[in-house]
């Protein structure tokens, strides 16, 4: 092909690339598959964009060069173990809104191989023992004795979901009302050694994004940590957003007697947690944004390929919490385990480890206990954050409140949350 005819494949491709490997990762796991299926996407769409007439409709044709190569990947996969076609076409969810058909598949694919093949010949083709024995070409108790320990070596890997009965939600409103100021604080740092944790709540909004699932925050603003703000949210059905499984949470605010409703789209997967989309009214428009757009990812974009957090958090050295008090942070975005902390919240005591994030000049700090819950959030700005909006640095607008320093910049504290967890 000529040069005009790879100038002007590159100049359409390369603003969606981005979009493209956000697509790709949501949809595939495993980052090195996902890169491969792009490295197909792009050759199919090079291929093919010679037989495209117009050129205006380039996102959603590559887009849907990409959900098919997704197929494709998984009917690969499935061929491997004798899958049927039909149950990989559309995908399944399991009542957390999650994609079931991906976790089986991923977790098939840690078996060894004779573990996958008999499983599926069993549990999904229907076939009976004896005609798997004659299929194998192995005898009948061979086949009894693999099916057992398939199963058990499959359970064990399973990234298994506790199934909530209907109605019941895994963390339950209290509707105590939260306290007009914030309650007696206390952060201490202990020496036990740290915990991993299973952390699934979404970034700023602890929430598990798990359809059934509500919590309620709220809002201590310095310099007089008084309440401010109360946010009410609540998973309520499954959703699929450009392709991608999530779930639909409502989302009411209620700042200073202000009250505004939207609604989120948020995804929980094996292993991250992420923001999928919003939608929301702004005067007489109504707004929607998504992962797509590569504006919205400057609010809701985070982790590598932007697919969000890591939901198994484990220190990982990226950041450091020095002896004098500052913070070392080796590279940006971070989520890192920093320290042990038995946190006093009121007569409540919490044992925790801090996780610290870091994006675009907001600094967070989690205390997490080890059942995965956000006990407290604390916000931070950097010394100069949004100065063209606020039209002062931080230090001026809130001398009095505490600063902590993450490689040499100033981070001032700006709120506290609690949630419903902690009443």
């Known amino acids: 092909m000529n040069n005009k005819f790879s100038a002007e494949f590159e100049k359409l491709c390369l603003p969606y690339l981005n979009m493209l ?16 299926v792009l490295q197909d996407v792009l050759l199919a769409a090079y291929k093919g964009f010679g037989k495209l007439k117009d050129k205006g409709i380039f996102k959603s044709w590559v887009i849907g060069i990409a959900s098919y190569k997704c197929v494709d ?5 499935a061929k491997k173990l004798e899958i049927p076609i039909d149950e990989i076409n559309e995908p399944a969810f399991d009542n957390h809104g999650i994609e079931t058909t991906i976790l089986v598949n991923d977790t098939l694919n840690l078996l060894r191989d004779k573990e996958k093949q008999i499983l599926y010949l069993f549990y999904i083709i229907g076939y009976n023992q004896k005609d798997i024995a004659i299929k194998l070409n192995i005898p009948l108790g061979t086949v009894k004795s693999r099916i057992s320990a398939a199963k058990e070596n499959f359970k064990t890997l399973y990234p298994y979901l506790p199934q909530a009965k209907k109605g019941e939600i895994t963390m339950s409103l209290k509707n105590k009302e939260f306290p007009k100021v914030m309650p007696e604080l206390k952060i201490e740092k202990v020496n036990d050694p740290l915990f991993n944790v299973k952390y699934e709540e979404i970034s700023g909004w602890l929430l598990i994004p798990r359809v059934g ?10 310099p007089d940590q008084r309440l401010t703000g109360v946010n009410k949210m609540e998973c309520v059905r499954e959703a699929v957003i450009h392709g991608i499984p999530c779930v639909q949470v409502d989302v009411e605010e209620t700042e200073d007697g202000e009250i505004t409703k939207h609604t989120k789209f948020m995804r929980l997967s094996e292993t991250h947690v992420s923001y999928v989309a919003e939608m929301r ?11 797509y757009d590569d504006e919205w990812l400057t609010r809701y974009g ?9 939901i198994h958090q484990e220190a990982k050295g990226v950041a450091v919490l020095n002896g004098d008090g500052t913070i070392t942070v080796s590279k940006e975005e971070c989520a890192d385990i920093i320290g042990r902390y038995e946190v006093k919240i009121g007569s409540r005591y919490f044992d925790t480890v ?3 994030e870091i994006r675009e000049g907001i600094m967070t700090i989690l205390y997490v206990d080890q059942n995965g819950r956000t006990v407290l959030f604390r916000r931070y700005n950097r010394l100069n954050w949004q100065i063209d909006r606020y039209k002062a640095l931080w230090t001026e607008k809130l ?25």
């Open 281 to 291: 009214v702004k005067g007489n428009s109504f707004y929607f944004g998504s992962f």
């Open 73 to 77: 990947y998984y009917k690969a996969k």
């Open 354 to 356: 801090a996780i610290l």
């Open 399 to 423: 001398p009095n409140s505490e600063i902590l320093t993450v490689n040499n910049d100033k981070y001032v504290h700006w709120y506290d949350c609690i949630s419903d967890y902690v009443l």
């Open 213 to 222: 699932e509500r919590s309620r925050f709220a809002f201590y603003d310095d």
């Open 302 to 310: 985070a982790g590598q390929n932007n697919i969000g957090r890591e």
């Open 21 to 36: 490997k956000r697509y790709l990762f949501h949809k595939i796991s495993n980052y090195s598959d996902a890169e491969d």
